[in-house]
């Protein structure tokens, strides 16, 4: 039941506090033991309509969300956290739910980690995901921390706000640092393989979470996300940004 566990940094965030959605109680009491002895504070729902009172009666830091619950499932959980605010959502999906597993990447969701599991992966990603979120990336990443502009965009890293034309734009953890990337290297081709590495900090993962994300940064910046101009498919090596001439804005 071992899994390999994606690289990151070693340098331990300060503990916060996890919501735990999961019906399976063992899940649950072997989940909270290694995230207590992580120094989380961990509060536990059994089914959807408790993770929603929970959310909204406290500030979670993160929520690990198994999407198989009883009555309201985990997608639709996801969904209404979205609109509650922007709290970072590791979702727990089994292994053959692919369907399930991109709906929820395109609800907003910024991780997933597949059944079974090693209760040690799933720190680290909790882990790696509340870096971004703070602010604390990995090195790869983070680069400049000063504000990023092309084609209409402004992405301010520090306080993570993005806008577009002076709009400002809604993005989960993911999108912005998916964005950031493009705007700090425009022109050049990525592949999906690359932006794995370079923004998720993964050297192995599943390659449709970043067609996931590319799709939705499409679906919030495109004038037409069905006639893209900004993030182009580049055929046989994956994707590039294009700032346009007459677009761009200083850099």
Do not use: N
């Not at 369907?99 to 882990?127: H, M, N, Q, W």
């Not at 590319?214 to 498919?233: F, M, S």
């Amino acid at each position: 039941m071992s899994t390999q566990i994606p690289p990151g940094p070693s340098t331990r965030i300060p503990p916060g506090r996890i919501l735990i959605v999961d019906d399976d109680p063992t899940v649950a009491e072997v989940v909270t033991g290694y995230l207590e002895r992580a120094g989380f504070t961990v509060e536990h729902a059994a089914d959807g309509p408790a993770a929603l009172d929970s959310a909204a009666r406290h500030r979670q830091d993160l929520i690990v969300l198994d999407l198989m619950l009883p009555g309201l499932d985990g997608l639709e959980v996801c969904r209404r956290l979205r609109a509650m605010g922007p709290v970072p959502v590791v979702m727990l999906t089994a292994r053959g739910d692919e369907e399930d597993r991109i709906a929820g990447l395109e609800l907003g969701a910024d991780d997933y980690v597949t059944k079974p599991f090693s209760p040690r992966e799933l720190v680290l990603r909790i882990e790696s995901v509340l870096r971004r979120s703070r602010g604390r990336g990995v090195p790869a990443v983070a680069g400049p921390d000063g504000p990023l502009h092309g084609a209409g965009l402004a992405l301010d890293p520090p306080t993570h706000r993005a806008s577009k034309h002076g709009r400002e734009l809604a993005l989960t953890l993911r999108e912005f640092d998916l964005l950031a990337h493009f705007l700090r290297h425009p022109g050049r081709a990525h592949s999906r393989e690359d932006l794995m590495r370079e923004v998720w900090g993964w050297d192995f993962g599943d390659l449709s979470t970043v067609t996931v994300h590319v799709r939705r940064l499409r679906a919030k910046i495109e004038d037409d996300p069905a006639r893209p101009r900004l993030i182009q498919t580049v055929w046989g090596v994956g994707y590039r940004f294009d700032i346009r001439p007459g677009t761009a804005e200083a850099l």
